[in-house]
């Protein structure tokens, strides 16, 4: 079993920060690409940022600059800063993770069970 634990969310004023995290636990071999998803009201989800197992990252325009993605890959996580917040950044934050379990296996995709950001005007 590989599990996706995502931590960090809360309410903030326009204007301030928070850090995601997300832990993979379980049996894990590699994990490949990793990134942070997030689903507004009534909106489909959406890629936030993404980073691959080399550091090479990228991001939604709508973030770009105020949004930092990292990895440990030796801890199994990945972190999403989050400055300058606004409002419309309100959204269940969704983590994923492209991870092979055992040797030789293809990845599959797996994803956290969402935390809440609520950034308050």
């Known amino acids: 079993q590989v599990q996706l634990v995502e931590s960090g969310g809360g309410l903030v004023q326009a204007g301030g920060s928070l850090r995601l995290s997300c832990a993979a636990s379980g049996t894990v071999f590699r994990i490949n690409d990793m990134g942070w998803y997030r689903q507004a009201p009534g909106k489909q989800r959406e890629l936030v940022a993404g980073i691959t197992s080399g550091g090479s990252s990228k991001y939604a325009d709508s973030v770009k600059g105020r949004f930092t993605i990292s990895r440990d890959n030796a801890k199994n996580t990945v972190l999403l800063s989050m400055n300058s917040l606004k409002p419309e950044d309100t959204a269940v934050y969704y983590c994923?993770?492209?991870?092979?379990?055992?040797?030789?296996?293809?990845?599959?995709?797996?994803w956290g069970q969402g935390t809440q950001v609520t950034v308050s005007s």
């Open positions: 994923s993770a492209a991870i092979s379990r055992y040797r030789f296996d293809a990845s599959s995709a797996y």
